[in-house]
């Protein structure tokens, strides 16, 4: 029997909010301290304590609802979500369950045909739980509750991905715009961005949803893609050879590239919601959304646009200066400088993108000012450096944070554009290669190229190469 | 001369003209402790505080054994919170120590304040001062009888359905719930926390206004807490009501309710109205469902409250011998079948039930809707009257294990206090007579919002007129 299925896929993102203090007592907020340092009787869940709700996170979370499009609810409640866990101080963790601080929203995503919308569901406030740290040579596990009471907002999809790739280009669409709000390091290796998927196929034209499976424990936005190939695989195996998706929770590793069962739908938690009665309902006033728009950064898509219009930029350039925020900025501030904005589009997206990978730095690391940059540009575009020598001189720039000027003073890199200097390379070249001369004779002008390449070598790349090249072919052609 | 029997304002007298010292108050108070709490049972540990506690306010007090207090372990008379030690004060422990109060130690409960008779404690029944074979009732039953017994000058409790004012009826002292948020529940271990609220439990009406003077108040520490200013409660002590307007629910002189109790609380009516109240007759009629919708919300609250008890982080750890589920999963059910009470367990799985899928709607939801209407009733009433009077409790003080198998009949004695706490509103008992058994009884008015200035107005005028408060148990 051969059918065609659809893969229907929703997923929720947990996000970690980089608020100073965390969501329900005034512990600092921050990674990497020492085991149950960032701990107080609130967040341990002491008898009798209480939680009080930070307002800043309440702020991060109606500015990443209003990122994504979404209605801001104005009035909200807290809400209990029942378990037992030993990471899990209070036997409950605060979330949110009717009344989210964010609901209907969407995110648009690049598909290989044209743009998609995806629609957010809801966007809600929630507390994060400790950590287990499992300790083989002790036979037990400790619990470190510095992490208990950090602000997460959970992100939840319509399910309305159709493929573990529109899944892959959503993540990373929504990765880009949490980034430009500033509202979290969005880092998956520290675990402040985590992202569930459910996955269900069914006969293409049915429109019942087909039985879910969820799949947790993917570490990065590519596990999340081949943990859903998989599961997609898994479900069409199961239902061609007869059988039945149950619904359960999978476990997605890594290593060995496939899902293991964690628990299944008879095996499921029954939350026991309801509101907390800790926390009165909060309204959310139409100012503070107000004000929380109009503070909204340029959000990603728009400013590919803008770029794209303003500084005539290829979408391909404008995406890859988009990507990071930092050199989106950077980019705007050289501009100011110069209007060639295409020159300098290429040399950060070339260039400079190559340094910031090689030494792992950010842009605002870099010892690199828009200014210098620009002169930098305009030296090569002068003729001052070739392009080569321009490359080098970026290099000593970044380690010494000299000028351009200075480099290329500090190194004698000033192109060499007199005739007679270069004139004794191009003899020597010519000779070298009668082979390529000859080709050139007989009409093959482009193989001049090659010689000029080999003359520029010989000059340290302080020859222009322009130069050399008119006086190579009226080198040959007077010959 | 007795320092121990004396209430706070006659104490305050003395230092003010220095004729006793704080030391000798805390002495005799702690002498009176050792002469008699061997039968009362009042306590259930003593504070290590040292100092006899200075200034104006400097009042020897008997706390609750669910108020975090550092320095001390608190246990909320269950086995599952032996050992734990708070290392924090609670919100109105703070004011105490802030206002040079002397605490003398933490006194018995119910555990986690279930119950109405304090016979759910891991450390054994309290008995009521005025017959040792009858309960204090509950679940602020030793903080009562310490006040009744003089072990205390006064003491704090805290009321999720009842739990100070019945004791208070039962032990013939004045008991007052504010009005929910007025006194912060930061530290106060929650049974049910949209009903929990701390309040006074004193000789005298004027104690009440004082105790309040220190307790009430915001705490941005808890988010229920309501930052309204708080006036001089002593202001309120006024002896006069005329023209005050006090309903009466017609509901309220129904089955069930003891004919000597009936008897005094109608004779307090006479009373009232002989100072120059108007009684008028008003009408709740959803009052017969709030023990119900009481049952339902408080327990749901407290099933979740309790989840935090699971052996991992302080209190007791019961470990299995053998793994049967997992060892933590093990450890989870060992701890809490050891730790917890059977009234616990049975609050627990009530809870727990009523929040379950699939029985939300028809039970927690309901009981919420129900909520509400109770409280609709209330609104409608105080439109028409400053104070609604009821009875405290159905009955005087039980006898010990009378009702201990019988739950139900044990649920019914808060059916008067209850709807306060749906509501959220004040609500006092004070004494207003005594059976010929001689055990005390209890007149219970409720108040608006954050209107306890009215009820302390007219318990103030009623203790005026009648000599109850006066009356000592034989020790």
Known sequence: ?479 | MKLHSLTAHQILDLYKSKQASSEEVLKDVLSRIGAVDSRVRAYVRLSNQKSAGEGSAAIPIAIKDNMCTQGEEITCSSKILKGFHPPYDAGVIERIKQNGGRILGFANMDEFAFGSSTENSCYGPTYNPWDLTCVPGGSSGGSAASVAADEAVWALGSDTGGSIRQPASFCGVVGLKPTYGRVSRYGLIAFASSLDQIGPLTKDVTDCALLMNIIAGYDDRDSTSVNVPVPDYTKALINDVHGIKIGVPKEAFAEGLDSQVSQAVEAAIEQLKKLGAVVKEVSLPHTPYAVATYYIVATAEASSNLARFDGVRYGLRQLSANVRKTPVIDMYEETRAKGLGDEAKRRIMLGTYVLSSGYYDAYYLRGQKVRTLIKQDLDGAFKDCDVILTPTAPTTAFKVGEKASDPLSMYLSDVYTIPANLAGVPSISVPCGFSKEGLPIGLQLMGKAFDEEMLLRVCFSYEQNTPWHTKKPNL
């Not at chain 1, 997923?11 to 969501?23: A, C, D, N, R």
């Open chain 1, 1 to 479: 029997m051969s059918q065609e299925f659809e893969t229907v896929i929703g997923l929720e993102v947990h996000l970690q909010l980089s608020t100073k203090t965390k969501i329900f007592c005034g512990c600092v907020n921050v990674f990497g301290s020492a085991p149950n340092t960032n701990v107080c009787p609130v967040c341990l869940g002491l008898p009798g304590t209480l939680p009080v709700l930070n307002q800043q996170a309440l702020l991060y979370a109606i500015k990443v609802g209003l990122a994504l499009n979404a209605q801001i609810n104005p009035f909200i409640k807290f809400d209990r979500k029942n378990y037992y866990y030993p990471d899990l101080p209070k036997g409950y963790q605060i979330s949110q369950y009717d009344l989210p601080v964010a609901k209907d929203g969407f995110v648009m995503i690049k598909t290989d045909k044209n743009e998609k919308r995806i629609g957010i569901k809801r966007a809600h406030l929630e507390e994060d739980a400790g950590k287990l740290v499992h300790d083989d040579r002790g036979n037990c596990s400790l619990v470190d509750y510095n992490r208990t009471g950090t602000p997460l907002i959970e992100i939840v999809t319509e399910p309305d991905l159709r493929s573990p790739q529109e899944a892959y280009d959503y993540l990373n669409t929504l990765k880009l715009i949490l980034q430009y709000l500033n509202v979290s390091d969005c880092d998956m290796e520290k675990g402040s961005l985590r992202c569930d998927a459910n996955v269900s196929i069914r006969p293409i034209g049915q429109t019942a949803l087909g039985t879910k499976t969820e799949l947790k424990n993917m570490n990065s936005f590519r596990a999340v893609k081949t943990g859903l190939e998989y599961e997609v695989c898994r479900h069409k195996q199961v239902i061609l050879s007869g059988g039945r998706i149950i619904q359960e929770t999978l476990l997605w590793n890594d290593e060995k590239a496939m899902t293991i069962a964690m628990r299944s739908k008879e095996q499921a938690h029954d939350y026991r919601y309801f509101s907390d009665p800790d926390l009165v309902p909060f309204t959310i006033n139409y100012k503070v959304i107000d004000q929380v728009r109009a503070e909204l950064p340029e959000l990603p898509q728009i400013k590919l646009e803008r770029f794209i219009k303003q500084y005539g930029l290829s979408e391909y350039d404008a995406g890859v200066l988009v990507i990071d925020q930092a050199v989106a900025v950077f980019f705007e501030h050289c501009c100011q400088h110069y209007e060639q904005s295409k020159k300098v589009a290429n040399w950060l997206n070339g260039a400079v993108l190559k340094e910031m990978n090689e030494r792992k730095m950010g842009i605002s690391e870099l010892k690199l000012t828009p200014v210098n940059l620009v002169a930098l540009i305009k030296a090569v575009e002068n003729g001052v450096v070739s392009n080569l020598a321009g490359k080098e001189v970026l290099k000593a720039m970044l380690d010494s944070g000299k000028t351009p000027a200075q480099v290329i003073q500090d190194k004698g890199l000033v192109q060499v554009s007199d005739d007679s200097a270069l004139m004794a390379i191009v003899e020597e070249i010519i000779n070298q290669n009668p082979t390529v001369v000859e080709q050139i004779k007989q009409g093959k002008p482009s193989a001049a190229g090659f010689l000029v390449g080999q003359a520029m070598k010989k000059s340290g790349g302080k020859a222009n190469p322009k130069k050399l090249s008119e006086l190579i072919i009226r080198r040959i052609s007077n010959a």
